[in-house]
């Protein structure tokens, strides 16, 4: 059974950083995409980024300021998130691909976590 926990989010100050993870069960990182995706209140889901046979690709909204990678032996996925913007402020949630295809909407995943949420107050 496909499984996906993320944990890490809370309030930061804008400028400031985080760390989300994911920690998955019951595939490999070798077959599967990964990805982050966001949704803030009144606001459709959106893709933040999202890795592959370690390709990584992200949205325009957080290229160079957030970073997606992940540590097999671990089982986890992490999105390391710098210069915060209050923007940002959502619920983080990690979904799994079974087709490897690192998509940049959310229509085509097929295992998603349960979110954590993430505040940046300016």
């Known amino acids: 059974e496909v499984q996906l926990q993320a944990s890490g989010g809370g309030l930061a100050q804008a400028g400031g950083s985080l760390i989300l993870s994911c920690v998955t069960s019951?595939?490999?990182?070798?077959?599967?995409?990964v990805a982050w995706f966001r949704q803030a209140p009144g606001k459709e889901r959106e893709a933040v980024a999202s890795?592959?046979?370690?390709?990584?690709y992200y949205a325009d909204a957080v290229k160079d300021r957030f970073t997606i990678s992940a540590d097999s032996a671990q089982n986890t996925v992490f999105l390391q998130m710098t210069r915060l913007k209050p923007e940002d402020t959502a619920v983080y949630l990690c979904?799994?691909?079974?087709?490897?295809?690192?998509?940049?909407?959310?229509?085509?995943?097929?295992?998603w976590g349960q979110g954590t949420q993430v505040t940046v107050s300016s």
């Open positions: 019951g595939f490999t990182f070798d077959n599967y995409a």
């Open positions: 890795m592959s046979k370690g390709r990584e």
């Open positions: 979904a799994a691909e079974m087709g490897g295809l690192p998509w940049m909407v959310p229509g085509p995943y097929d295992y």
